[in-house]
């Protein structure tokens, strides 16, 4: 097989995709095609890769679609990141917007941002909301949901689109759950809190449930 | 049978697992995606499991994951046939088949320096149905036959092999699939071994370390 050349385009570029050493894109790239990355697959600027990835890091500074899956195990996104497939990781650090038209599956993921996702499971979640996000169903060991800051100005209010801080969930299940801003169908756990500003229909827990004011559960079961 | 259903809220119960190992096991795919089985409840979604195989793996699960790791067993569990380098010394003297069996299959196989992982099935299922009793040499040797021809048309070693017997005559099939099928009324079914069955046995035994059995094989013998 020998040794795989790496992929860098600076400006502007494009390339077919294919078996690679290390990508680099800096600036605007073009993959027609699938990649697969012996190391990692770092893009500051905007890229398109039409197929899947597959790289053992995966570092994202600005805008990228990737219209397949893709398989990394440490996963940065800062900025955009738009994809076709399901997203296979091991980590994944999200700062700004994320949305697959798949499954998300990690041990960790924390993020911080908007997250569109058809389904997510990870041991370790950690969502700080910023925008609106929406996941319909999310499975793990720890689940924690926060808002970390209110909306500040209050103009911004004023506009007639949601800015709200908010994820929107048909099911929510894990051992330990905590979640703020959150309208969820069913949320099912062993230890359950609900804070501030959520609307839920079910929470099931096993050992203990909490509910903030300002709250509204429809009804609450033990099992 | 398809329809013995076992609730996820139900499994949890039942087994003492947490939503993190179900949703961790799902993850490393222990538990195939085709077993969640989304149904709407009045609840809204709820998701299923078919209930013999789910508590079935769960149970290996819990009985092996002390010694092997996640990864481990999801190679265990895979439909993906194993890496194997063994030679027939290595096959007698770790005990996954039997001399009988290897010196019956020598007119097919022969005698090969190393086996590979589909020889080294059709030899183990071979080895298991003789070892039930229930079937004649002949007919075993047919099925070494049928096996040789035809294991390599499975997909991911998904199948059956049967062995049907109506006054005195004998016929082996091996079905590709989880299919069901119906023979006539005085034909009788003398032997069904799924073959998936039979990949998970072995790759436990390929894996189990020299000298020591696993203990879960408990249709042996």
């Known amino acids: 097989m020998g040794t795989r050349n790496d992929l860098i385009i600076t400006g502007i570029g494009v390339s077919s995709g294919g078996d690679v050493g290390a990508v680099q894109i800096d600036g605007v790239g073009t993959i027609n095609g699938a990649l697969s990355c012996e190391e990692e697959f770092v893009v500051n600027g905007k890229a398109t890769v039409k197929g899947g990835v597959e790289a053992p890091k995966t570092v994202i500074n600005g805008m990228v679609t990737i219209e397949g899956p893709l398989r990394t195990e440490g996963c940065t996104v800062e900025g955009k990141l738009k994809m076709e497939g399901n997203l296979a990781a091991e980590s994944v650090q999200i700062n700004g917007s994320v949305t697959v038209h798949g499954s998300v599956e990690a041990e960790r993921l924390a993020s911080n941002g908007k997250l569109q996702m058809d389904s997510l499971n990870a041991d370790e979640i950690k969502l700080m909301l910023q925008g609106s996000s929406s996941i319909r169903e999310i499975g793990g060991g720890t689940i924690e949901v926060i808002e970390l800051e209110k909306l500040s100005s209050r103009w911004l209010k004023l506009l007639p689109m949601s800015l709200e801080n908010s994820l929107t969930a048909q099911v929510i299940e894990g051992d330990h759950i905590y979640l703020e801003n959150t309208a969820a169908g069913v949320v099912r756990g062993a230890v359950v809190r609900i804070g501030p500003g959520c609307e839920i229909g079910l929470v099931e827990y096993k050992e203990s449930f909490e509910l903030s004011d300002g709250s509204v559960v429809k009804s609450n079961a033990r099992l | 049978m398809e329809e013995d259903l076992i609730s996820k809220k139900e499994l949890l119960e039942l087994t003492g697992i947490s939503y993190g190992q179900l949703y ?80 019956y299959s020598e007119p097919y196989l022969g005698t090969p320096h190393t086996y590979s992982f589909q020889q080294l099935l059709i030899l183990y299922v071979f080895d298991c149905s003789l070892q039930t009793g229930q079937i004649h040499l002949e007919e075993g040797k047919a099925m070494l036959a049928v096996l040789l021809d035809d294991m390599g048309r499975l997909e991911e070693y998904e199948g059956e092999l049967v062995l049907l017997r109506k006054m005195g005559m004998s016929l082996v099939l091996l079905l590709s699939g989880d299919r069901e099928f119906y023979a006539e009324k005085d034909a009788k079914i003398a032997l069904r071994i799924p073959i998936s069955k039979k990949t998970e046995e072995l790759k436990l035994k390929l894996s189990a370390r020299e000298g020591r059995m696993e203990e879960s094989n408990g249709n042996e013998e």
């Open chain 2, 24 to 103: 961790r096991w799902k993850r490393k795919q222990l538990l195939p995606e085709d077993w969640f089985i989304r149904r709407s409840a009045f609840t809204g979604q709820e998701t299923f499991f078919p209930r013999q195989q789910v508590l079935g793996r769960i149970r290996q699960i819990m009985n092996m994951k002390e010694g092997l790791s996640l990864d481990e067993l999801a190679d265990l569990f895979s439909p993906a046939p194993a890496e194997v380098d063994l030679s027939r010394g290595d096959l007698l003297s770790r005990n996954i088949v039997s001399r009988t069996a290897l010196e």
